[in-house]
């Protein structure tokens, strides 16, 4: 979870990181941005001699931002109910299915008016409010809250999409109980997934007034989609659950702003205790990661004083579950505790462990520092951690007086629950100490005692061997109390510390320690005790199996596609080859638009298909771009005018492939229910924009870059464009070539889809092309070589298109498109190298 803090206070006094008024989150930390130590502490009121003293804080600087092991625990509630609620509806599908009835009539019998407003007024203001929202939060200067909102929109767009597709095709129960049995509802909402995680990634709910438009907003879509039959109750229900996780999980993984209080607010709570402080200083974290300040007070006494700051109180949660999942309940721990109850119990175990006459720092006082922390105050003793004293200073003497300590916390039924080298320690005079009792428990039973003893033995034993641990044990404890330890020298049962060092030192040393036991006294009867519920292993094996099991009933069950590509219909496969053929046709007229000196078309025909040829050694984008003004170079075009007319064709061509490309995308989602609710691939693609504009404008270096090319291609390919707008033969001829390159491809494809018997939207068809060749262009791979074919591929299989079908539909455009045309342009490359076109 989050790491230890180093925090320096601001001189004020007053907790830093916190909200402001206007929503914003100020950074943690009070400290010159140089890291230089700062002295904290402007004096609280209350008691203490010299209150109007200013007192020196002495503490490293807090990192501005954290990761809340609070997120990561919203996170996973929001994946557990997730689950929760489909495993619910999977068994009361019967009763859901009633409710999704009721709630069709119900919406059927609202007035017309009712309908409209809440479908143009709810998409459009699910829309609308995160953008003035993240309007007002960059004009106050807070722009970063907006990027992390756009993160968490991107990443629920892509959950969403992948779980709802998976979800639909585990079951058939759960594809009815998502979409109705509709092809055109999405089984997870994209656009409420995604608003969802950017409204609570960018804490929305801190914020009343906005939170409530966003809920009465997303509340009118959802009637708008009931309304239309474009969702239903459990997809609205598991829409929501994933956004809120998605939303929870990019808040931890960024991190929040720090509110932790500085050292100046616990200088303010000491006096209020009626101490007068004249400095502190930050020391080592304990081994639980709670900050610690060395104080001085009046007469240069000190004290050690320990906070326990609120958002650390469900540090190492998922450790702790797990645990408590994996260990019997007699050796659980409670996997989260309230500030005021962790508080209370390292409190009342100090002075239950003084009272047991346990050599322990006295406990002088507690308070909470606001409502982000509390501390105690122990006093101060001389001492070193066990951890840190060399193995020959351990003598005899200091092992039975470590096992005297641990046998008076066990006459009180006290379990100590951490006995190892950071809560050992050692004073100036070398009588042992204990400390760090936050994990203990008072009244404790049997288990508990026992497990104390089997830690202390295999600690002390990785320190002096296994034989003198055992052996200062017995002299103290008896040779019973370490027989009843015995079943539980278990590597489970230990501290992770101790199993890190077992793992690093000797992974025999558990059962030597239990030779040494049974040489003291042979067991009887000893009840073996088991501890763990199950075995990760297990676990392992499990989850491995049924993961193995599912991959094979998926390939099994898949289409055999020799037998498919044998049944392709020639005519739509002729329509396909025709299409695949006059692509090189408008790929010449594009560039004998683009300049201005007049172009053979033939030999320009003849250039295009020498590109599929040099594709094959080359990255589609680069390898075109260069055959391209190779050739205009030999037509007698200088150089510089060469680069800027290719420019151009690749500037517009660009230009009209995401335009295409949104144009495509929004036709595909407009059959859907009377609302601006757009689709779902307009909203990955508006979202994907919106996160490069926010990138680009966001990093220096990058936007001087951007900039700087920008310039170049202005200088350049601007003038040539100029040459080519002052013919309107040439407008149109550009125009023409550019569109009918893109068309021809997406014939192509169409055909191919066609030629195997699926009838797809030509529009679908279009959205999976473009993005398939945008991804196949960015390819390092020569020709995008395996990038095009999955991207394709996944496309037309999220479109709809069966698995076996889209596989041998993407293999026979790639066959027409990339690999027939390899002979061809290999001829017209020598024949072109022959006639030094090239």
């Known amino acids: 979870m989050s790491s230890p803090d180093d925090n320096a206070a601001d001189g004020s006094g007053r907790d830093t990181g916190r909200e402001t008024p206007d929503g914003r989150e100020t950074p943690g930390g009070g400290e010159a941005s140089d890291g230089r130590e700062a002295s904290g502490g402007r004096e609280a009121s209350g008691g203490g001699t ?318 909470e520092i606001g409502t982000e922390a509390a501390l105690l105050v122990y006093e101060h003793l001389d001492t070193r951690a066990l951890e840190d004293v060399p193995d020959e200073e351990i003598t005899d003497d200091v092992l039975t007086e470590i096992w005297e300590q641990v046998r008076r916390l066990q006459a009180q039924r006290l379990a100590h629950r951490r006995l190892e080298g950071e809560s050992i320690h050692l004073d100036k005079s070398g009588h042992v100490v204990l400390v760090d009792a936050r994990s203990g428990e008072i009244a404790a039973g049997d288990l508990l005692l026992r497990l104390d003893i089997a830690q202390c033995l295999t600690y002390l034993a990785l320190r002096v061997g296994p034989e003198r641990s055992v052996r200062t044990a017995a002299a103290v404890l008896g040779a019973d109390a370490l027989a009843g330890a015995l079943p539980l020298l278990q590597r489970i049962a230990l501290t992770r510390q101790t199993r890190s060092a077992l793992r690093r030192k000797d992974k025999q040393l558990l059962s030597a320690v239990r030779e040494q036991i049974v040489e003291l006294k042979p067991p009887g009867v000893v009840a073996q005790v088991r501890l763990e519920r199950f075995r990760p292993r297990t676990l392992v094996t499990i989850i491995g199996s049924a993961l193995a099991a599912y991959l094979l009933l998926s390939q099994l069950g898949q289409v055999d596609f020799v037998r498919v590509l044998t049944t392709a219909e020639w005519a739509w496969t002729g329509v396909a080859f025709v299409a695949a053929g006059l692509s090189y046709v408008a790929a010449a007229l ?36 260069a055959l391209n003004t190779r050739y205009l170079q030999k037509r007698g075009i200088p150089p510089g005018q060469a680069v800027a007319s ?67 291609l202005f200088s350049g390919v601007v003038p040539r464009l100029l040459d080519v707008l002052q013919s309107p033969r040439r407008i149109v001829q550009s125009v023409t070539g550019t569109l009918l390159l893109t068309l021809t491809f997406v014939v192509c494809l169409d055909a191919c889809v066609r030629a195997f018997g699926h009838d797809m939207n030509f529009a679908a068809v279009a959205v999976v092309f473009l993005a398939g060749n945008a991804i196949g262009s960015a390819a390092p791979t020569p020709g995008g070589l395996g990038a095009v074919e999955t991207a394709l591929m996944a496309g037309l299989t999220l479109s709809g298109v069966n698995p076996g079908v889209a596989t041998s539909a993407v293999l026979l455009f790639r066959l027409l498109t990339f690999w027939l045309p390899v002979l061809p342009g290999w001829a017209s490359f020598t024949w072109l190298q022959r006639h030094k076109a090239i």
């Open 646 to 712: 290719v420019g151009a064709s690749q500037l517009i061509g660009l230009a009209f492939h995401i335009a295409l490309l949104l144009f495509f995308a929004y036709v595909t989602g407009s059959d859907a229910a009377a609302s601006l609710t757009p689709s779902r691939t307009l909203l990955i693609v508006l979202l994907a924009v919106s996160v490069a504009i926010v990138v680009v404008l966001g990093v220096a270096p990058l936007r001087r870059m951007i900039s700087t090319r920008v310039r170049a």
């Open 50 to 367: 010299a209150k109007d003293t200013p007192v020196l804080v002495v503490e490293p600087l807090l990192p501005q931002r954290l990761r809340r092991p609070s997120d990561a625990l919203r996170c996973l509630a929001s994946l557990l109910m997730f689950i929760g609620v489909v495993l619910l509806a999977l068994v009361a599908k019967q009763t859901l299915n009633g409710i999704e009835q009721d709630v069709e009539v119900g919406t059927s019998r609202a007035p017309w008016p009712l309908v409209m407003i809440a479908g143009f007024v709810g998409g459009g203001a699910v829309l609308i409010i995160p953008a003035a929202l993240a309007v007002e939060r960059v004009f106050h200067r807070d722009g970063l809250r907006v990027a992390e909102g756009l993160i968490a929109a991107i990443a629920a767009v892509l959950v969403a999409f992948g779980l709802g597709e998976w979800l639909i095709m585990a079951s058939e129960d759960l594809r009815q109980l998502l979409t109705g049995g509709r092809a055109s509802v999405e089984p997870l909402n994209t656009l409420l997934t995604s608003v969802v995680a950017y409204m609570t990634a960018v804490r929305i709910s801190r914020r009343p007034t906005w939170r409530s438009l966003m809920w009465v907003a997303i509340a009118l879509d959802v009637f708008a989609l009931f309304t239309g039959a474009d969702a239903t109750a459990l997809g609205v229900i598991v829409s929501i659950l994933v956004g809120l996780g998605v939303g929870y999980g990019t808040l931890y993984a960024i991190g929040s702003p720090n509110t932790r209080p500085p050292g100046s607010a616990m200088v303010a709570a000491l006096r209020r205790l009626g101490y007068a402080p004249t400095r502190a200083r930050r020391i080592d974290d304990d081994v639980q990661g709670s900050r610690r300040y060395a104080v001085t007070i009046e007469e240069e006494r000190r004290v050690d004083v320990t906070v326990l700051d609120r958002d650390r109180q469900v540090a190492g949660l998922l450790y702790r579950l797990w645990r408590r999942l994996l260990l019997a309940s007699e050796t659980r721990r409670r996997a989260i505790r309230s500030l005021r109850a962790e508080l209370e119990r390292e409190a009342l175990m100090a002075y239950a462990a003084k009272a047991a006459g346990a050599n322990t720092p006295n406990l002088l006082g507690t308070s």
């Open 590 to 625: 594009m560039i004998k638009g683009f300049v201005p000196e007049s172009l053979p078309l033939g030999r320009t025909v003849m250039v295009q298909f020498a590109g599929s040829f040099v594709k094959l050694v080359a990255p589609a984008a680069v390898s075109s771009v």
